[in-house]
C-alpha cells in the first residue's frame, strides 16, 4: 500500500467500518427486541389484560388519526360471567392454545399473519355478521362447535370444515377473539365496521 493513497481506499478502513456496522445494527436489534417485547407484553399500553374480556370493546375510527383504535367501555359479561383476571388469562390461553392446535392459522390470518383463504380474525369479535351483541356468543359458539351446519359463507363457496372443538374450546376461542378485538393495532384492519356501529 503506498502512502498517497486516501484512508478510505484502504484496506484496514473498511474492515473497521464493517466491524462496526455489524456491533451497532447487532446492538440496535437488542434493543429493538427488548422494545418489542415491552409493547407487546399483556397489560401494557397496546395490550389489555386478560380481563378485558368483562368489557365492552369497540373498535372506533378517529379521523384525526386516519385510523380505528381500540375503545374499551364499561361491563359486558362474556357467557354472563365476571372473570378475574386469572380465570380470565385461563379461558383465553385455551382459546389461543386451540387455535395453535387446530391449525386456524392454516386458513386465517391472525393480527395479520396466517393464510389468506378465510377471514382475517384479529377483531373477528366484532364483525357485523354476528347480527347483535346480545346473539353473538351463542352464534360464535354454535359456529365453532359446527361450522359446516352453520356456514356463514354468505354466497361464496368457501366453508370452514368440523374441526371437533370441544364446547370449552369454543368458549375459550370466543374469549380469546374478544381479547384479541382489543388490542391495538395501529389502525389494522383498516375500514372496519363493527357490530356496534349498526345498533347505534
Ligand atoms: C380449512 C380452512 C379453515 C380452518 C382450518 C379454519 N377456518 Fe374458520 N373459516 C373458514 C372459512 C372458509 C370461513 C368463512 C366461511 C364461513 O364463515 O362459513 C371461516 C370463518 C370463521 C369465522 C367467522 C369469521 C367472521 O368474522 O365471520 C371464525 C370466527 C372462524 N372461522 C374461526 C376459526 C377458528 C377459531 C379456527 C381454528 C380452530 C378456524 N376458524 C379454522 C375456514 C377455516
Known amino acids: ?9 484502504s484496506e484496514s478502513f473498511w474492515k473497521k467500518v464493517a466491524i462496526w456496522v455489524t456491533a451497532s ?30 368489557k365492552k ?4 375510527y378517529k379521523p384525526e388519526l386516519y385510523k380505528s383504535i381500540p375503545v374499551i367501555g364499561g361491563d359486558e359479561l ?7 383476571e386469572k380465570e380470565a ?7 389461543k392454545k386451540t387455535t395453535q392446535a387446530k391449525n386456524c392459522m392454516n386458513c386465517h390470518t391472525l393480527l395479520g399473519n396466517g393464510a389468506y383463504f378465510a377471514p382475517d380474525l384479529t377483531k373477528a369479535w366484532l364483525d357485523k355478521s354476528w347480527l347483535s351483541t346480545a346473539l353473538r356468543e351463542e352464534l ?11 356456514a356463514r359463507t354468505f354466497g361464496s ?3 370452514m370444515p368440523n374441526l371437533h372443538i370441544t364446547p370449552e374450546e369454543a368458549r375459550g376461542i370466543v374469549a380469546f377473539l374478544k381479547w384479541m378485538s382489543s388490542i391495538d393495532t ?4 383498516y375500514h372496519f365496521n363493527t357490530i356496534n356501529a349498526t345498533e347505534e
Do not use: C, H
Not at 26 to 53: A, E, N
Open 25 to 54: 445494527s447487532f446492538l440496535l436489534l437488542v434493543i429493538l427486541t427488548f422494545d418489542s417485547l415491552s409493547q407487546t407484553k399483556v397489560g401494557s399500553q397496546r395490550v389489555q389484560p386478560y380481563s378485558v374480556i368483562n
Open 1 to 9: 500500500m503506498n502512502d498517497k493513497n486516501p484512508l478510505w481506499a
Open 89 to 95: 388469562e385461563a379461558l383465553v390461553t385455551l382459546g
Open 186 to 189: 395501529n389502525g389494522f384492519p
Open 57 to 60: 370493546i369497540d373498535y372506533v
Open 140 to 150: 360464535m359458539v354454535k359456529f365453532l362447535l359446527d361450522p359446516e351446519k352453520n
Open 157 to 159: 363457496n368457501r366453508k
Open 78 to 84: 362474556l357467557f354472563g360471567q365476571a372473570f378475574t
